[in-house]
């Protein structure tokens, strides 16, 4: 408390020693000029408008946006003024020219005040070292210099003590030096050279006039400093206009973003990084925090009080503020301020309040207006995901007994199958409540409803914590066991259920025996269609129905496992990719320019010797769920950089062969240094890495880095399927791409125009951010020329021929060389 009250103190002696030396120089030269002539008086007017020009034309001496000092740079007119004005009113016309400068951009009378008073500080500390050196007999103009010099360091020093000891240490507390020597020379250096070169001109006359007087110089110059600024300001300005919407986008997308990607997920493209404190009712929290260890922890993401976290951080680096805090208590001077709309979920009124330091730019409309934005979309975010959340909870819950529905248990079934390890066994019941339109019929729907509830309660009591349990229809349930070792535990489980559901219950005045049905389908791995293993299961539960109806028992709960073997396929994958087993395809690409074949892509196939022809598709799930991906994409990469180099001897204009990835593949710990080293045994052929959409969701920027370094390195990346179901116009910019390929069902009907004009406009996309386009999908000659008119350039499909194997694709290049379409004779069309 000592500490604020002594701060408080020196804040209020050096506002009054400003204050006091702007004013009395503002007075003083306005006495002095009452003695002058009138040409005086026009070189004082212009001069104060120069002055207010320059003080509005600021540079920041330290590296950090809004947490380092400024200085502006007035005193540039005091070479101009001082030689047909004495030096106390030249300093004096600084001093009011800064001051009517500060009162108009923020109306603030006590910043203006001491920010005239810190420019006359400076601009007497530069006329003393002007004096001085010259009584010491040295040039003007080495006097001129020196001034400028003492009037940079008196400026820069006297914001630094203000910000140690009145201020906040903004540069310290963002992890940032409080000045950048660099620009403290540039600073220097352009302050000598303007002052010297105003000075020369003002004594010695302009270049570029004859015989004029001192007072017409000495106002050309001023004029010339003041278009100078002008030019500055605007090119600021214009700065400060792009940042505030690059930053206003970045953070609406930042805002709307998935809240499992919340404040932790937004990274300010400008600041050095800084921890967010958490949101607590009645106090200020302030963005960025002085530390790790000082944050509180983060709230839970998607909560209203993680979206005013995040809110802060936003608007900190969209409108450019020193920190911007929560708190009961609206904007003081100096500060703009919005009520939260998010107030009542957190507490009682909030404001969100950004603060500048007082010597910072003053605030502006747009800034309010953005941070009003800000607060906006923030609100139509929380009371989204606040729709979005209990439509949900209502959309997955079973009414009658409060467990989760259909819907709720397959997208569980698939996260706990995609989540589990290779080796962690699972299993599905299908449960079926026997007779129960019967007891409906006999008994009424009341006592049929409490006696699923009931159920209901039981299966869901006797399961493990991990385990699922689900009503997924009138009277059928299903539950997932997880984190199983063996069948037989899932046995195990699944007689005890059969217990306790076939207890007695007491319904009404009536009791109960219920007879259950379950089918049970056991997955020692991890599924490619895990959809197989709930069929499976059902197809068991409905075996014991017919065994019933056929004679079986009747009158007593039974369970039938399923004799499920996704295990085999998966066995099936593992050897031929751990043997080097898999097969390639190739498919060409032409140019519907040249009529020619320049590529070729690479398609994975496998024939097992029991099963037959695998597919492709579940090839490649089946080896990302085996976690096997890499290790197949790498064995697929060489032996298509080896076909592709027998093809061009064949054939010189074959110069491209791509193969498909996901997008995580290309980083260098996982497939990315060895397409490097293997593209560089092939310096002829490029290799196309082509990313499916699906992957290109989980994107980061350390994925876009080794893509731009692929390409780099002569490798191209290609966008494919694009017009598939995953598709959208955010693909386009997410991933840096050299080829976009547009998928068979945007070609389907080129008859129709709105297929037409699509093409036309992702082509133009394609000229502007200069990637090439190829459309696959292309079964005859009508669709050829359809895109050919369109302007299209390159094209893929059965048209142009199937994918064959290596040995096939080689004699075609031998018998027809690079061209695009063949006779049809001896071609069979097999996807």
């Known amino acids: 408390m000592g500490g604020n009250r002594n701060s408080r103190g020196v804040k209020r002696l050096a506002f009054l020693a400003f204050a006091g030396i702007g004013l009395a120089l503002i007075a003083t030269s306005f006495v002095l000029l009452l003695d002058e002539p009138s040409d005086s008086w026009l070189i004082a007017g212009v001069g104060v408008v120069c002055a207010a020009a320059l003080e509005l034309t600021w540079v920041r001496v330290g590296a950090v946006a809004h947490r380092s000092p400024m200085i502006s740079l007035p005193v540039l007119a005091l070479p101009a003024l001082a030689p047909t004005l004495s030096l106390p009113v030249s300093a004096g016309l600084i001093a009011l020219g800064v001051l ?105 006359g302009l270049p570029f006039l004859v015989e004029v007087t001192n007072t017409l110089d000495a106002v050309i110059v001023l004029f010339a400093l003041m278009i100078v600024a002008s030019v500055v300001k605007v090119s600021t300005v214009m700065a400060v206009m792009r940042h505030r919407l690059a930053g206003m986008v970045a953070a609406t997308s930042a805002l709307a973003a998935d809240p499992a990607t919340g404040p932790s997920g937004w990274v300010t493209p400008t600041s050095p990084a800084t921890t967010g404190t958490g949101i607590t009712s009645g106090t200020a929290n302030t963005y960025p925090a002085t530390s790790a260890a000082d944050a509180t922890p983060e709230p839970e993401p998607g909560s209203p009080a993680a979206v005013t976290d995040l809110l802060r951080r936003v608007v900190a680096d969209a409108i450019g503020a020193e920190s911007v805090i929560v708190r009961s208590e609206p904007a003081q001077p100096g500060e703009i301020s919005m009520l939260l709309p ?182 020692a791995h991890r599924e490619t269609d895990v959809n197989q293993l709930v069929q499976d299961a059902d197809r068991s539960m409905l075996a014991i129905k017919k065994s019933r109806r056929r004679g079986g028992p009747s009158k007593e709960s039974s369970l039938n496992i399923s004799s499920h073997r996704s295990s085999q396929m998966n066995d099936i994958i593992a050897h031929a990719i751990d043997e080097d087993l898999l097969e390639l395809a190739f498919q060409p690409i032409v140019s519907l320019v040249t009529g020619q074949i320049w590529a070729f892509e690479a398609l994975v196939r496998y024939t097992d010797p029991d099963l037959g022809p ?88 350390a994925i876009r880095a080794q893509a731009d370094r692929l390409r780099d390195l002569g490798m191209m990346i290609a966008l494919d399927d694009y017009g598939s179901q995953d598709s959208s116009v955010d693909a386009l910019v997410r991933m840096p791409m050299d080829i976009l390929k547009i998928d068979r069902s945007l070609v389907d009907d080129l008859d129709d125009i709105r297929q037409r004009e699509v093409l036309t406009a992702l082509q133009g996309f394609g000229d502007n951010l200069e990637y090439s386009m190829i459309v696959e999908g292309v079964e005859n000659d009508a669709m050829a020329n359809h895109l050919s008119a369109l302007g299209i350039r390159s094209a893929q499909g059965f048209h142009y021929g199937v994918p064959e194997s290596f040995e096939k694709t080689l004699s075609r290049l031998e018998l027809y060389g690079a061209r695009a379409v063949v006779p049809r004779l001896g071609i069979t069309l097999v996807s």
Not at 106 to 126: D, E, F, I, K, P
Not at 484 to 492: I, V, Y
């Open 614 to 701: 695998l597919s492709p598709p579940s090839i490649v799930e089946k080896a990302k769920g085996l976690g096997r991906l890499d290790a197949m994409t790498r064995q697929v990469a060489v032996k298509a950089m080896a076909a592709a180099a027998d093809f061009r001897l064949i054939e010189p204009r074959v110069v491209c062969m791509t193969i498909n990835v996901e997008a995580g593949q290309i980083l260098p710990e996982r497939v990315g240094n060895y397409i490097e080293e293997l593209a560089d045994r092939y310096p002829g052929i490029s290799l196309c890495l082509e990313l499916n959409e699906r992957s290109m969701t989980k994107v980061t920027p």
């Open 100 to 204: 009517l400068a500060i009162l108009i951009e923020s109306g603030r009378a006590s910043v203006a005040l001491y920010s005239a008073g810190l420019q006359g500080a400076g601009a007497l500390a530069a006329i003393g070292l002007f004096t001085w050196f010259g009584a010491g007999g040295l040039p003007i103009l080495v006097g001129v210099a020196a001034a400028s010099v003492g009037y940079v360091f008196f400026i820069i020093a006297t914001e630094v003590l203000r910000q140690r000891f009145v201020a906040s240490p903004l540069g310290r507390r963002s992890g940032g030096r409080p000045l950048s020597p660099l620009r403290v020379l540039l600073v220097l250096v352009g302050t000598v050279v303007v002052t010297v070169t105003a000075a020369h001109w003002s004594v010695v």
């Open 342 to 523: 998010l107030a009542g979920a957190i507490g009682p009124d909030q404001y969100i309040v950004a603060r500048r330091d007082a010597m910072d730019g003053a605030f502006t409309g747009n800034d309010r207006r953005a941070l009003q934005a800000l607060a906006t979309t923030a609100e139509m975010v929380v009371r989204a995901r606040r729709n979005i959340a209990g439509l949900t909870l209502r959309a997955n819950t079973d009414p009658l007994t409060s467990l989760p529905n259909y819907g709720a248990f397959q997208e569980a079934l698939a996260n706990i199958n995609d989540h589990r390890d290779y080796s962690e066994a699972l299993a599905v019941l299908f449960i079926d409540l026997d007779e129960f339109k019967r007891l409906n019929d006999r008994f009424g729907h009341q006592t049929g409803d409490e006696v699923l509830r009931e159920l209901g309660r039981r299966l869901s009591a006797v399961v493990r914590p991990n385990d699922v349990v689900a009503r997924v229809g009138g009277d059928e349930f299903v539950i997932i066991l997880t984190h199983l070792a063996s069948l037989a535990e899932a046995k195990s489980i699944a007689e005890r259920i059969l217990v306790v559901s076939g207890e007695p219950m007491l319904i009404g005045q009536t009791t109960h025996s219920p007879i259950i049905s379950v089918g049970l389908a056991y997955s």
